[in-house]
């Protein structure tokens, strides 16, 4: 089995395993995930975090989202750009008025209603979506990319957060040069400082 069709068999496993959980306990769980990251360091320090929209069964990083534009950070949140198939980031301060479903009908920033963000240097923290972690911070994700490419357009090291139910970790993940580690995982079980 090649490492495409091993990741894809991964996913779908994983992706089936989140579903099976029944959604008031993944709420609890994203609940406990997101207390955790708002105890790390590099969060209380961070002036400018780089979040997402959840979609489908993964750790609602909307709570996330909230809690940093409650703690009164500059929050930014990505979307697709059709043209250059790479993620744009722009800042939001009312996720009532400045979001709406876009590609995948995940929620996104609405371009005309949101400053974008060219300078990357302004971001501190990047909470990663994803399929499946490892314990040594490897990434498995959607397949498009597309945080890979973000990640590479950066001149610096933000601090790279992922959350996961803890049924997400695994060992040995498949992974390929181009695929990036985190420093953080963060499950409703425990806060795992990542070597990378």
């Known amino acids: 089995m090649n490492i495409q069709a091993m990741k894809q068999s991964l996913r ?11 959604p008031e306990e993944r709420l609890r769980l994203s609940n406990n995930i997101a207390i955790r990251i708002s105890k790390l360091e590099s969060y209380k320090e961070a002036v400018t975090v780089l979040g997402y929209m959840n979609f489908g069964a993964e750790f609602a990083a909307e709570i996330f989202v909230r809690q940093a534009l409650l703690d009164g950070k500059q929050v930014l949140l990505p979307k697709v750009n059709k ?9 939001v301060v009312d996720l009532a008025n400045d979001i709406a479903p ?22 501190d923290f990047i ?4 399929v499946a972690f490892g314990p040594d911070g490897a990434r498995l994700g959607y397949g498009g990319g597309f945080y890979d490419k973000l990640l590479e357009r950066m001149p610096h090291q933000p601090t790279l957060v ?3 139910y803890a049924l997400q970790v695994v060992e040995n993940i498949p992974q ?6 985190v420093e953080w995982l963060i499950t409703e079980q425990e806060t795992i400082h990542c070597v990378v």
């Open 162 to 164: 992922a959350a996961a």
């Open 176 to 181: 390929e040069n181009t695929d990036g580690k």
């Open 83 to 91: 043209n250059t198939k790479l993620l744009d980031v722009y800042r």
């Open 127 to 130: 909470l990663l979506p994803g």
């Open 12 to 22: 779908q496993s994983i992706i089936a395993a989140r579903l099976a959980i029944a």
């Open 102 to 123: 876009g590609n995948w009908d995940i929620r996104e920033p609405i371009s005309e209603q949101c400053e974008k963000v060219t300078d990357l240097t302004l971001v």
